[in-house]
Structures are given as structure tokens and as C-alpha cells.
């Protein structure tokens, strides 16, 4: 069975950086493109970055995290990564890593399109 741990989050002043991982268990040769996504408290789900890193690279990120995001995926490990710069207090949620099994063309930021979601870890910022 497929499945996704998340680990990395915890707390951090406005300004500061987190790298968030991903592991893959229970890993096939299939293709998935992974994402990353956010919930904030009161808020819905919404798509941070996604990355397909089977052959040609392809990624994508919300505007909100542009330039200051940036997902990345060693095969080799199963992981994938989100590595978060020049963190704000609206980055504040909880990050979940998910997996698309389709691997869409275009690459999806929409969480309907994601099939498999790991538990999530908590990312706090403070001003």
C-alpha cells in the first residue's frame, strides 16, 4: 500500500526557513506527480506546489509561494521536499504532501485531482 509521512514542520519567526520531506512507503514503478498543499485554520485546502520528476521536469507553484518556495524530489529516496524561505505568519497551516496518480497534464494544484494524502505536519509562524 501506498503511503506518505510527512516530517520537517514546526515553529519559526516571520522570516525564517523550514524544509518539509515527504517519504514515499510501499513505493511502485508507477508513476505519480506529488504535491504539496496547506490548510489553514477556517480555511479550505489549497495547492502549494506539485512536481513531476519522471523524465522531463516539470513543476509548478501557487503565486503566493513564487520565488520563495521550492519543491524538489529525490527518486532515488522516495522523497519529496518543500524547502520554504522568507516565511510569513500567512504560511501558517498545516502541510500535506499528496500523490496524483493520473500525473495530469498540465500539473494540478486542485486537491481533487490528488488520490493519496499523508497525515500532514503543522507549520507555525510567528511575527
Known amino acids: 500500500q501506498f503511503q506518505l509521512v510527512e516530517s520537517g514542520g514546526g515553529s519559526v519567526q516571520s522570516g525564517g526557513s523550514l524544509r518539509l520531506s515527504c517519504a514515499a512507503s510501499g513505493y511502485t514503478s508507477t508513476r505519480y506527480c506529488m504535491g504539496w498543499f496547506r490548510q489553514a485554520p477556517g480555511k479550505e485546502r489549497e495547492g502549494v506546489a506539485a512536481?513531476?520528476?519522471?523524465?522531463?521536469?516539470?513543476?509548478r507553484y501557487a503565486d503566493s509561494v513564487k520565488g520563495r518556495f521550492t519543491i524538489s524530489q529525490d527518486n532515488g529516496k522516495n522523497t519529496v521536499y518543500l524547502q520554504m524561505n522568507s516565511l510569513s505568519p500567512e504560511d501558517t497551516a498545516m502541510y500535506y504532501c499528496?500523490?496524483?496518480?493520473?500525473?495530469?497534464?498540465?500539473?494540478?494544484?486542485?486537491?481533487?485531482?490528488?488520490?493519496?494524502w499523508g497525515q500532514g505536519t503543522r507549520v507555525t509562524v510567528s511575527s
Open positions: 499528496a500523490a496524483d496518480r493520473i500525473c495530469r497534464y498540465p500539473l494540478t494544484l486542485n486537491r481533487l485531482d490528488y488520490n493519496i
Open positions: 512536481i513531476d520528476s519522471h523524465g522531463n521536469i516539470r513543476i
